[in-house]
């Protein structure tokens, strides 16, 4: 009987990371032969520190799920922040992947990488003809850098050294294991935190960022995992087949948008607010409009399952289990 791979999840206590755990456990893979380490005991962005990980524990796949994340506050606040550590952890991570003989890597990026005012739905091969949003640029830069270092690592040891490193650009995504901090959270766990205070405060209305007009595509976390490991088990040959070495990523996303005050409209109906809900103009509203076009991934043989009604549900009962009894 072949052994199981063993399996290093970096960013483990994460949404995403914690999600592709719980995909591999789902699908029969032992939890002796998945590999983690919390921030404390291991630091991403110190080399030497990442290399001797590698090479005691010497994994053979990794999911690269690590990253300073954000929503616009946070973006505008720590720029500095968000280009350098995700610059040091990937580099390090898929360096030392590479010097310790791991043959198959999946990086984890983000939708954000494509031009602000790119055709809709956005395709991968949009990448890089326009300027990004410049609200999360510091990030979107260190993400695209992600995607650059496993194409050129494939292209210079793929056939001397059997390197397959892949990466997969999620859309918005949200679900159990996310961050609800008051201002540095992404659009969906901020609203649920707002709602949900709102309706414990008795507040008579709530004011959202922005318009409301700017259409996000959201994706639950679970899918995003299941999608993970899709694509990490994709046979070589296919993988290849439907991408290319100097455009080597694959979206992942739900094929459906909503506007900002549609999602707010649904998370009031989650948490059971019934007040009013206003819009702020004087705020940024990000991209107009942010959908992918999940066509490759999709003849690949992966489609989401997860709907938004369910996958909030899902989200504010993670919410209340965790976050609600928390400043």
Wanted: with cysteine; glycine share 8%; net charge neutral.
């Amino acid at each position: 009987m072949t052994q199981h791979p063993k399996i290093y999840v970096a960013g483990h206590r994460g949404m995403v990371g914690s999600a592709i755990v719980r995909q591999l456990l789902a699908q029969g893979h032992p939890a002796d032969r998945i590999i983690t380490r919390t921030r404390t005991e291991l630091d991403l962005t110190n080399q030497a520190n990442v290399f001797a990980f590698f090479a005691d524990e010497k994994p053979d796949e990794v999911y690269l799920a690590a990253a300073k994340v954000g929503g616009i506050h946070a973006n505008k606040t720590y720029p500095a922040e968000f280009i350098y550590d995700n610059l040091m952890v990937q580099a390090n991570v898929i360096h030392a992947a590479f010097v310790s003989g791991v043959k198959k890597l999946l990086f984890l990026g983000s939708s954000c990488i494509y031009p602000k005012l790119a055709p809709q739905p956005l395709r991968e091969d949009a990448l890089l003809t326009g300027p990004l949003e410049p609200t999360n640029e510091p990030y979107a830069i260190a993400k695209i850098a992600g995607i650059k270092l496993c194409e050129n690592y494939n292209r210079q040891y793929g056939l001397s050294h059997g390197v397959d490193y892949r990466s997969v650009m999620p859309t918005n995504l949200y679900g159990p294991g996310d961050n609800y901090h008051p201002e540095n959270s992404h659009v969906i766990p901020a609203l649920i935190r707002r709602f949900h205070e709102a309706k414990v405060n008795r507040s008579p209305s709530v004011t959202i960022w922005g318009t409301g007009t700017p259409k996000r595509e959201f994706l639950y976390v679970d899918d995003m995992a299941t999608a993970s490991v899709h694509v990490m088990n994709l046979p070589q040959a296919i993988y290849a087949q439907h991408t290319q070495p100097m455009l080597g990523h694959i979206n992942v996303g739900c094929g459906q948008d909503v506007s900002i005050r549609e999602v707010s409209e649904a998370v009031a109906r989650t948490v059971g607010y019934t007040g009013e809900i206003h819009t702020d103009p004087t705020k940024p509203d990000g991209t107009p409009r942010k959908l992918i076009d999940s066509t490759l991934l999709n003849a690949l043989g992966w489609k989401a399952q997860v709907g938004l009604d369910a996958g909030l549900k899902a989200a504010y009962e993670d919410f209340l289990k965790k976050y609600a009894t928390q400043d």
